[in-house]
């Protein structure tokens, strides 16, 4: 994505974005709703998990490597060219539309992929807090979730020695209340349970008749 203009195969990173949204799904046991999904896309620092989504990361990604690299692209190359191609203006201007005003980082911060990326992260967590914003409570645990010590257990190093361990149960259970699919991931995690213990009722129901 630094290097070539794949923000153009959108259907392509939504097909990406899917498959890594199913295997989030599988491993959190929990359907992700859209909300969810957009939160999670958001750095911990802002209440999400990290996961970067491509259909929204393609365009900062690319830009931010055209500008890191333009100042000595621009003394190698001959004047005649420029890697401020049609590429990069497309990109830009597709950029624009996500905003109004149009609004882009500083030239001089340009080079930095997280810049464009805040501006993004801002947009989704206000959008986050508008869809919340009939529920005090909902209001409130986006809030929580983008304050700065809520997020600090997923920066903890997973060591059973210094018990900062989490078991796969547990920490289903924390990511699906940051992202309030608690609901959704307690009843699938009884719906497994009772799978499990149906397997055992019948693997000792096997062993009994043999």
Not at 182 to 200: G, K, L, M, P, V
Request: with cysteine; hydrophobic share 45%; charged share 20%.
């Amino acid at each position: 994505m630094r290097c070539a203009p794949a923000y153009r195969r959108r259907g392509l990173l939504v097909d990406y974005d899917d498959a890594l949204k199913s295997t989030m799904e599988q491993l959190l046991n929990c359907a992700l709703s859209p909300h969810s999904w957009l939160q999670s896309f958001l750095p911990l620092k802002s209440g999400g998990l990290g996961i970067r989504q491509v259909v929204h990361t393609a365009i900062p990604c690319f830009l931010a490597s055209v500008y890191a690299c333009l100042q000595h692209s621009t003394s190698l190359l001959p004047e005649a060219i420029s890697i401020l191609d049609v590429d990069v203006e497309d990109a830009k201007d597709e950029w624009a539309l996500h905003f109004q005003p149009a609004v882009m980082p500083p030239e001089e911060v340009r080079r930095y992929q997280d810049e464009w990326e805040a501006l993004l992260f801002a947009i989704a967590l206000q959008q986050l807090l508008s869809a919340a914003a009939a529920s005090p409570a909902k209001h409130a645990r986006v809030l929580l979730a983008a304050s700065l010590e809520s997020g600090l257990w997923l920066n903890a190093l997973p060591s059973p020695h210094l018990g900062t361990h989490l078991d796969n149960e547990s920490f289903r259970i924390a990511a699906a209340l940051r992202l309030d699919e608690w609901h959704t991931a307690a009843r699938n995690e009884t719906t497994t349970q009772r799978r499990r213990n149906a397997d055992e009722i019948g693997r000792a129901s096997c062993r009994e008749r043999v």
